[in-house]
């Protein structure tokens, strides 16, 4: 079917429109980005966008916004849980700023559940702040979204946004999943505003149980970069202003805003689930005079490994068990980030780790770094092999990404750019073959039950990239910073970071058993925003047969009538 009858169809769609959102006229250059990278691009204009809002002509998908609030959501009971997405200001490292925010907190409330349970979440748009963005959708990240990729989350990939004073209810299963997951809005850049929130799925049968004493909200830590700009206005690629641990920090110059404290018992086993919900930033995570025992990676459960220090990228997480066998006191908790403000003098980039007893003072502890975390050294508890043949080359299909700068990023000669009508509705309207699916030459497809390489070269404009994978979990044959090739036990994860030198070239494989448009995409959210994606649309014909709920095929009409009005 030809594009033009596809806009014809009830669900048509308008582009994207963008409002004259300012731009600072000097950009403060990002540290990935040079400035001859910027040099005499003209790329600065229109690089942020925002819609007009006007409310009273906004469709409502499914229902109105505006049910009761919980800060932890837990899916046990069964039924519906509403999370209202709101705008507030919220000042979490000292420095006052409007927010885009689940519920009303930053992060968003942790939402549990049990391995097997089912989500069904309406998330309300209560946007009202045309200083930001004011659609919105909700990315499960992690959550495969098997026979579900309508639920997936990702803004004009899998669905149209939701408009403001309506709601969409997202409805899938955890299936045989368990683990540390999050979510965060897929719609431009607008969780660098605040959109983003932890998720656990507890297995009553976790093989690692016997290692812990201690696994409940408490022991969940998120790392979070915090911007003192919104993201419709920021500088092209800002660096972060200060580094949150569980919604709590400090920058330079600012007050002594009070630190995150995470209390623990002498004696106890904890596990402690890590999750980067950063926009860019990756942090080199430690907790002074304790060493950490990581059980799990991007939900997937691994071997036991001793570590003192992990590097976390975007997107990615971690279980590490830790024993609070130390003497009574205060001990610092370091994120040190890649960007922006490094260090901790005047307590940036930190937290408290506190016994019970120890006096409420700030600790003076130091750091001892011996033993970091290296990728190569994760395996997973269940063997795996990775799939295909065992050497370099051996699968089924096999893509090489060449990723370059031109003012835009591009993954071989191509800048992902949001299509008009999402990738799943064009499928689902019979737009096929691949090459036909906008955007054009950024939809790949591949058939079903094929082993997929992927390798991506190291040392590009704005490496190390970390790169996320949708409806799936890949096997990491070649990480950054290792030159050998590991086919028996890699670590199986979902989001990889490429390297930063020119020598690294991050191989990863998964198997096509999972029907839908899955995105993969760089996790720093301003690089997606500018290009940094490839969309495989999986087993179209199978695709082509599901039936989305009535729900869903209103979320486009409505978002058409908003861009409208």
Same mark, same amino acid.
């Given at each position: 079917?030809?594009?033009?009858?596809?806009?014809?169809?009830?669900?048509?769609?308008?582009?994207?429109?963008?409002?004259?959102?300012?731009?600072?006229?000097?950009?403060?250059?990002?540290?990935?980005?040079?400035?001859?990278?910027?040099?005499?691009?003209?790329?600065?204009?229109?690089?942020?966008?925002?819609?007009?809002?006007?409310?009273?002509?906004?469709?409502?998908?499914?229902?109105?916004?505006?049910?009761?609030?919980?800060?932890?959501?837990?899916?046990?009971?069964?039924?519906?849980?509403?999370?209202?997405?709101?705008?507030?200001?919220?000042?979490?490292?000292?420095?006052?700023?409007?927010?885009?925010?689940?519920?009303?907190?930053?992060?968003?409330?942790?939402?549990?559940?049990?391995?097997?349970?089912?989500?069904?979440?309406?998330?309300?748009?209560?946007?009202?702040?045309?200083?930001?963005?004011?659609?919105?959708?909700?990315?499960?990240?992690?959550?495969?979204?098997?026979?579900?990729?309508?639920?997936?989350?990702?803004?004009?990939?899998?669905?149209?946004?939701?408009?403001?004073?309506?709601?969409?209810?997202?409805?899938?299963?955890?299936?045989?999943?368990?683990?540390?997951?999050?979510?965060?809005?897929?719609?431009?850049?607008?969780?660098?505003?605040?959109?983003?929130?932890?998720?656990?799925?507890?297995?009553?049968?976790?093989?690692?149980?016997?290692?812990?004493?201690?696994?409940?909200?408490?022991?969940?830590?998120?790392?979070?970069?915090?911007?003192?700009?919104?993201?419709?206005?920021?500088?092209?690629?800002?660096?972060?202003?200060?580094?949150?641990?569980?919604?709590?920090?400090?920058?330079?110059?600012?007050?002594?805003?009070?630190?995150?404290?995470?209390?623990?018992?002498?004696?106890?086993?904890?596990?402690?689930?890590?999750?980067?919900?950063?926009?860019?930033?990756?942090?080199?995570?430690?907790?002074?005079?304790?060493?950490?025992?990581?059980?799990? %990676?991007?939900?997937?459960? *691994?071997?036991?490994? !001793?570590?003192?220090? &992990?590097?976390? /990228? @975007? =997107?990615?997480?971690?279980?590490?068990?830790?024993?609070?066998?130390?003497?009574?006191?205060?001990?610092?908790?370091?994120?040190?980030?890649? %960007?922006?403000?490094?260090? *901790?003098?005047?307590? !940036?980039?930190?937290? &408290?780790?506190? /016994? @019970? =007893?120890?006096?409420?003072?700030?600790?003076?502890?130091?750091?001892?770094?011996?033993?970091?975390?290296?990728?190569?050294?994760?395996?997973?508890?269940?063997?795996?092999?990775?799939?295909?043949?065992?050497?370099?080359?051996?699968?089924?299909?096999?893509?090489?990404?060449?990723?370059?700068?031109?003012?835009?990023?591009?993954?071989?000669?191509?800048?992902?750019?949001?299509?008009?009508?999402?990738?799943?509705?064009?499928?689902?309207?019979?737009?096929?073959?691949?090459?036909?699916?906008?955007?054009?030459?950024?939809?790949?497809?591949?058939?079903?039950?094929?082993?997929?390489?992927?390798?991506?070269?190291?040392?590009?404009?704005?490496?190390?990239?970390?790169?996320?994978?949708?409806?799936?979990?890949?096997?990491?044959?070649?990480?950054?910073?290792?030159?050998?090739?590991?086919?028996?036990?890699?670590?199986?994860?979902?989001?990889?970071?490429?390297?930063?030198?020119?020598?690294?070239?991050?191989?990863?494989?998964?198997?096509?058993?999972?029907?839908?448009?899955?995105?993969?995409?760089?996790?720093?959210?301003?690089?997606?925003?500018?290009?940094?994606?490839?969309?495989?649309?999986?087993?179209?014909?199978?695709?082509?047969?599901?039936?989305?709920?009535?729900?869903?095929?209103?979320?486009?009409?409505?978002?058409?009538?908003?861009?409208?009005?």
């Amino acid at each position: 079917m030809h594009v033009a009858s596809i806009l014809a169809l009830s669900f048509s769609l308008l582009p994207r429109q963008a409002s004259g959102a300012s731009i600072h006229a000097t950009p403060r250059l990002h540290p990935r980005i040079s400035s001859e990278d910027v040099q005499n691009r003209g790329f600065l204009d229109g690089l942020f966008h925002s819609f007009a809002s006007v409310e009273s002509a906004a469709e409502k998908a499914v229902g109105d916004a505006g049910a009761a609030f919980a800060p932890i959501l837990d899916v046990t009971g069964g039924g519906t849980t509403t999370m209202p997405i709101v705008n507030r200001v919220v000042a979490p490292d000292g420095f006052a700023r409007p927010s885009v925010l689940a519920g009303s907190s930053f992060p968003g409330p942790l939402i549990t559940a049990r391995k097997g349970q089912s989500f069904r979440i309406n998330v309300a748009n209560q946007l009202n702040d045309t200083s930001m963005e004011t659609v919105t959708t909700i990315h499960w990240h992690g959550f495969f979204q098997s026979r579900t990729p309508w639920e997936d989350g990702v803004a004009f990939v899998s669905q149209c946004p939701i408009v403001p004073r309506a709601s969409f209810v997202y409805d899938f299963s955890t299936a045989k999943q368990a683990g540390t997951f999050w979510y965060h809005s897929h719609y431009s850049t607008q969780y660098c505003d605040g959109l983003r929130g932890a998720m656990v799925v507890y297995d009553p049968r976790d093989p690692h149980k016997s290692l812990y004493d201690v696994d409940d909200a408490t022991t969940v830590i998120t790392l979070a970069d915090w911007y003192h700009y919104l993201s419709t206005n920021a500088p092209f690629i800002p660096n972060p202003s200060s580094t949150l641990i569980n919604g709590l920090g400090r920058y330079p110059g600012g007050p002594a805003s009070p630190l995150s404290v995470i209390n623990v018992k002498q004696g106890k086993r904890y596990r402690f689930r890590v999750v980067a919900m950063s926009c860019d930033s990756s942090f080199d995570f430690s907790i002074d005079g304790h060493t950490m025992t990581i059980i799990e %990676v991007d939900s997937i459960n *691994h071997k036991p490994l !001793i570590v003192d220090q &992990i590097t976390i /990228y @975007a =997107g990615q997480r971690y279980s590490v068990i830790i024993t609070a066998n130390q003497p009574v006191g205060n001990y610092w908790v370091r994120a040190n980030p890649d %960007v922006g403000n490094t260090g *901790h003098d005047g307590g !940036i980039n930190s937290a &408290i780790f506190r /016994y @019970a =007893g120890a006096q409420n003072t700030t600790p003076t502890t130091t750091a001892a770094v011996r033993n970091p975390m290296a990728e190569t050294s994760l395996h997973p508890l269940v063997a795996s092999p990775a799939p295909g043949k065992p050497y370099p080359g051996g699968a089924d299909i096999i893509f090489n990404l060449d990723i370059t700068f031109n003012g835009h990023f591009a993954v071989n000669g191509k800048s992902f750019s949001s299509p008009g009508v999402p990738v799943l509705l064009q499928i689902l309207s019979g737009l096929a073959p691949a090459q036909n699916l906008l955007p054009t030459g950024s939809v790949i497809s591949l058939p079903p039950n094929k082993v997929v390489e992927i390798s991506v070269p190291g040392g590009t404009v704005g490496a190390p990239h970390p790169f996320h994978l949708h409806g799936h979990a890949f096997w990491v044959v070649r990480s950054a910073g290792s030159d050998h090739y590991n086919f028996v036990d890699p670590v199986i994860r979902d989001v990889v970071s490429t390297g930063a030198s020119k020598s690294d070239n991050t191989t990863f494989r998964f198997v096509t058993d999972n029907a839908g448009p899955w995105i993969l995409h760089c996790h720093i959210d301003w690089h997606l925003d500018i290009g940094l994606a490839v969309v495989f649309a999986e087993d179209i014909p199978s695709v082509g047969k599901e039936r989305p709920p009535i729900s869903w095929q209103s979320l486009c009409p409505a978002y058409n009538k908003f861009i409208k009005s």
